[in-house]
């Protein structure tokens, strides 16, 4: 069965296989089939999100006392941003296993990076509800190590809303607004339009397939504009 390959893949067995399946379920199986009872892996997400941030923030804490709270937020940014998540994801062979619409499927969303990022942070989430912290604190030091270690070694570059940040508050602060323009499409395939803004001004444009890679997008198009970003 499917869902004991995965099992063998992350060397984890789950007390509840149903946590498992929900972790593998992406939202557009609900689109696909009509069907609003469907349980996906977006509340899975969320818990998982958590736990990874604070896992991360107590290793780092932990092992990194010389640092301050600048470079310890830093660093932990760069190991769980989508980027790094879809990275693991993708070594895991994740997007393999995932349940989805078959749109969603067509449009290549088993290589998408947002799919696979929020898909690694539900198993997290279902790990944690399965059998507690602890167990997730080992699965994340497992298979996040070689990410957190370039991190810690600046091998692993911040997100690009970090890294904006960074750049426009070096002289002190500036108040940065993600603002959603649109989203079109269908539900199983929508695509989010997202403006930024820095004190008011518009520095940047982005789009994506949810609202935080187009906020990504938008980022990285506000950094490569580079000498237009003045005030």
């Known amino acids: 069965m499917i869902s004991l390959d995965f099992q063998s893949v992350i060397d984890y067995k789950f007390n509840d296989i149903e946590l498992m399946h ?8 609900s689109s696909d089939t009509k069907n609003k009872n469907i349980m996906n892996n977006e509340r899975l997400e969320f818990l998982g999100d958590a736990f ?11 092992q990194q006392t010389f640092n301050g709270e600048g470079v310890l937020s830093k660093t932990r940014a760069a190991i769980v941003c989508e980027k790094s998540l879809a990275e693991i994801g993708k070594n895991l062979g994740i997007g393999q ?6 749109g969603e499927e067509l449009t290549g969303g ?11 942070e539900a198993v997290i989430g279902a ?3 399965d059998r507690g912290y602890v167990a ?12 957190i ?8 570059n911040s997100d690009h809303k970090t890294e904006l940040q960074e750049k426009l508050q070096i002289n002190g602060d500036i108040k940065i607004q993600y603002t959603l323009e649109k989203e079109e499409g269908p539900a199983h395939n929508k695509t989010f339009y997202i403006r930024l803004f820095a004190n008011g001004r518009e520095i940047g444009l982005g789009s994506g397939k949810n609202k935080k890679e187009a906020e ?16």
């Open 52 to 62: 990874l941030a604070a896992i991360i923030s107590e290793f780092l804490f932990n």
């Open 149 to 156: 270690n370039d991190a810690i070694k600046g091998k692993l």
């Open 136 to 147: 997730a604190k080992e699965f994340v030091l497992s298979y996040f190590n070689k990410n």
């Open 110 to 120: 088993r290589n998408r990076d947002s799919i696979i990022a929020d898909a690694v």
């Open 22 to 29: 929900t972790a593998l379920t992406h939202s557009s199986c």
């Open 216 to 231: 990504q997008a938008a980022a990285k198009d506000a950094l490569e504009r580079g000498g237009k970003i003045v005030f």
């Open 127 to 129: 790990i944690y509800l």
């Open 97 to 102: 296993y995932l349940k989805m619409g078959r």
